[in-house]
Each structure stands twice: as C-alpha cells, then as structure tokens.
C-alpha cells in the first residue's frame, strides 16, 4: 500500500507540473485559463478517488454520469472478479453487470438520484458483496 500511496503522490506531482506548463501556454497565448481549469480539476478529482479506492480492500468504485455510463472504475476486486478498470470505463451499468444483480443496481441508482443513501447484500460468482450508493457532485453540483 505504501507504493501505492507513492505512485499516486508521484503522479500528482506530474500532474500539478503539467498543469504549470499549460498555464505557461496559456498566458504566452493570451489564452483564458478557465478553458482547461475545470478540465484539470476532473482529472484530480478521478486521481484522487482512484487513490482511495486502490486502498479499500476487497472493494470496487464507480462513478457514473446521470446516463449510467461509467467514468471511473477502481479498486482491487476488479481483478479479483476477472475483469479489468477498462472493461468497465466508458460502459453503461447495464452492459457490464450481470442480469441478477441489476435490480440492485436500479434501486441504488434510484436512491442516489433522489439525494439517499443506499445499501443492499447481493451474491456474485460465489463471494456476499455490500452494495452501497450515495450520490457524488462535483464543484458545480452536477
């Protein structure tokens, strides 16, 4: 976990000196800085649900668009259930789950879109998962 924690701070590092750069470009272009800044801000928001996910064991995180498209998926029990972040990034919800558990996940969509908590048992490939959904906004309450 340790290395994990490094690697995120290394790439956080990265990040905040890609960040000078492009504000460098920016002003010698006479650029608006607001055209990349909510941009930015996305990708440190992901990194840092990634982080916190990789260090929740037997845990996955997903984020998703009010489509139900996924945008982030994370956590060390995507390998452990054979899949990898990518098969479910950029998915629907209902394209990657299996059709037993999909009424879970309707009731915790429903539950997050009305502002509530959610919480629910459901068995998969043999192992008792929590499910738990709350609803995640970002700076502009979207």
Known sequence: MADDNQHADDLLKELDAAR???RNLEERLGLPSSDTSA????VVQAEKYRAIARN????????Y????????????EIEAIGYTREDFE??????ITPPEIQPDLQDARHAAE????????????GHLYLLQASPIFDVADN
Do not use: C, M, N, Q
């Not at 489509?67 to 982030?72: D, E």
């Not at 950029?90 to 394209?95: I, N, R, W, Y």
């Open 39 to 42: 941009f930015w801000t996305s």
């Open 56 to 63: 929740l064991p037997r845990s996955v995180i997903l984020l």
């Open 114 to 125: 009305r502002g509530d908590p959610f919480a629910t048992e459901f068995s998969y490939r």
């Open 20 to 22: 000078a750069r492009v």
């Open 90 to 95: 950029g998915k629907l919800l209902s394209e």
């Open 65 to 76: 668009d009010s489509h139900l498209r996924i945008l982030l998926a994370e956590g060390p």
